[in-house]
């Protein structure tokens, strides 16, 4: 389940509302122009007070623009799962300018977790998130990655990758302070939840090919132990 789905919202209004901007999302995600989406959205935007170009920007024309580095892939998470974000957080009324920094860095963490999770299907679909630089450097092709050919050099390219995903997770760490409430405790079982999913792909040595990638029962047991006892558990 996405982080901050439409379940994780307490009251109807806004449980309502956040559907309304998922499905937007993901319509836009798919390089839908949906005008009854975007529409829908736009009205969301007006009821609650929300920025509608945060709703604009995640369409992205040109669809998946092809990604040479990684500050394209900085560039593409922040209009695509950032303007998202923001709008999730801000219809939880985080509207504060300190907050939007963090907020996007939990999108790019989020994206760049599930972009590892599902790089086979998204490969397939025709999207690829990892900069063309850092294969070209690690002497991986196109075919590499299809097949999921787990040379030293695709190891390399998708542990920075998850080095990536680190650093955002790390970067928005001082939101289990600054949110309170419901937004906490769900932000809390994101975060913890995302940094496991990543030990759990270094655990597979990086091989997301073969079989989902999935937490255990071990794993998430010790996701929801950490986040209500603030203990890491071994």
């Not at 604009?56 to 695509?80: C, K, N």
């Not at 939990?106 to 994206?111: D, K, L, P, S, Y």
């Not at 809390?188 to 040595?205: F, N, P, Q, V």
Request: hydrophobic letters at 40%.
């Amino acid at each position: 389940m996405p982080p901050f789905a439409p379940s994780d919202w307490p009251q109807n209004e806004f449980r309502a509302a956040a559907e309304v901007l998922w499905q937007w999302h993901y319509a836009a995600r798919a390089g839908e122009d949906s005008p009854v989406h975007r529409s829908k959205a736009h009205a969301i935007c007006e009821e609650f007070g929300l920025p509608a170009h945060l709703v604009d920007a995640q369409f992205i024309e040109e669809g998946v623009p092809t990604i040479h580095t990684i500050t394209d892939l900085f560039d593409y998470m922040d209009r695509s799962t950032g303007s998202h974000a923001l709008l999730l957080a801000k219809l939880a009324g985080y509207t504060a300018n300190w907050v939007e920094d963090p907020v996007r860095k939990f999108g790019r963490a989020v994206f760049l977790t599930r972009s590892l999770m599902f790089l086979k299907e998204d490969l397939q679909a025709g999207r690829q998130f990892i900069p063309l630089d850092l294969l070209q450097k690690n002497n991986v092709d196109s075919t590499d990655l299809m097949e999921g050919r787990l040379s030293s050099g695709l190891r390399s390219v998708l542990w920075k990758q998850v080095v990536y995903a680190r650093d955002a997770y790390a970067s928005c760490r001082t939101l289990n302070s600054d949110l309170s409430g419901w937004c906490r405790r769900r932000f809390r079982i994101y975060w913890t939840g995302g940094l496991h999913t990543l030990a759990r792909i270094e655990s597979r040595k990086f091989d997301v090919w073969s079989k989902p990638v999935e937490l255990t029962l071990l794993d998430k047991t010790r996701v929801y132990l950490q986040v209500y006892t603030g203990k890491t558990i071994r």
